[in-house]
Every structure is written in C-alpha cells, then in structure tokens.
C-alpha cells in the first residue's frame, strides 16, 4: 500500500487545501492528512482538535483519506505510517523555497519518504488559510473559499460582529 502523508497547519481548510487532498488520493492507496503543530504561527482560530474534526467532516467523502494531528517532527510522523510521500502544495515560487528547505530537512531525517509537490490550481493559486481569516474577520464573504460544510463554523468562530 502506497501511503502519502499531507500535512499542514489548516487553520482553518480551504477549497485550495481539498483540491491538493482530492488530487494526491488519486494519486496514492491511502492519504493522512495530518494538522501538523507550526511553531513560527504563536495564535490559531481553532485548536488542532477542530481541525481535525473540521477535515473530516469535508473529506469524509474521498476515498482513502484518514485525518490526523501529530505534535512532532514530519520525518518522524511518517516513518511511523510507513509513508513513501508527503505531499505538499504550492502555491507560489515563494511557497518553493521555503517548502524546498523543508523537504530537504525530511530527506535527510528521513531518507525512506519522497516529498511530491503539486501545484495549486490556478483560480486557488491566492488563496491561504490566513486570506480567510482576514476576509471574514473583516465580514467579507467566504463562501467561494471554503467548503459550504464548514463555512458556517469558520464564520462563527471568525466574524466576531455577525450572528449567523
């Protein structure tokens, strides 16, 4: 079985987060989307807990896709899965650099796992985790964003001004 880990902080999920998922279950027997601990991010919206539950709750339908929270080391995390891959998403040349230095630092912690890079579809390429958040902090509309299962959650935690 040919497993690929997807990792990522998902703070919250966004349609360009779904779209990389969709693509590397097509790609692999079975992927972990794991919501990884990002020590450079000191707040979150939701916990890793809600995350999780968060994924789920969108993935449910893709077949062979598990969702997980991992506090540790990615290397790590997917040696004890017996992951061949970790799968990353790109958005831009400046995701590269950053996601280049990372899957160098796993190859070396790790020499099994290969890191496979697929890059965002074009109408997701701007779209992030933190745009979300500043759109609907400031009451704009999320709704092309995000999967309409979870849109309402996000809402509710994020627009502090708004009853839904």
Excluded: W
Excluded at 27 to 42: A, L, R, T
Excluded at 127 to 141: H, T, Y
Aim: hydrophobic letters at 45%; a negative charge.
């Amino acid at each position: 079985m040919r497993i690929a880990v997807c990792p990522g902080s998902f703070d919250p999920v966004t349609i360009g987060h779904l779209d990389v998922i969709r693509r590397a279950a097509r790609m692999f027997d079975k992927v972990i989307v794991v919501v990884m601990f990002n020590y450079h991010k000191k707040t979150s919206a939701f916990t890793p807990e809600e995350r999780v539950e968060l994924i789920k709750r969108v993935t449910g339908d893709i077949p062979g896709v598990e969702v997980d929270c991992y506090y540790g080391l990615l290397a790590d995390y997917a040696r004890e899965k017996d992951a061949v891959a970790i799968v990353k998403g790109l958005r831009a040349v400046s995701d590269f650099e950053a996601e280049f230095q990372q899957a160098l630092a796993n190859k070396k912690l790790n020499s099994e796992v290969e890191t496979v890079f697929l890059t965002a579809s074009a109408e997701n390429m701007y779209l992030s985790s933190s745009v979300v958040k500043q759109i609907c902090g400031f009451g704009g509309d999320i709704s092309e964003f995000v999967p309409a299962e979870i849109r309402d959650d996000i809402v509710k935690r994020l627009r502090k001004d708004v009853n839904i």
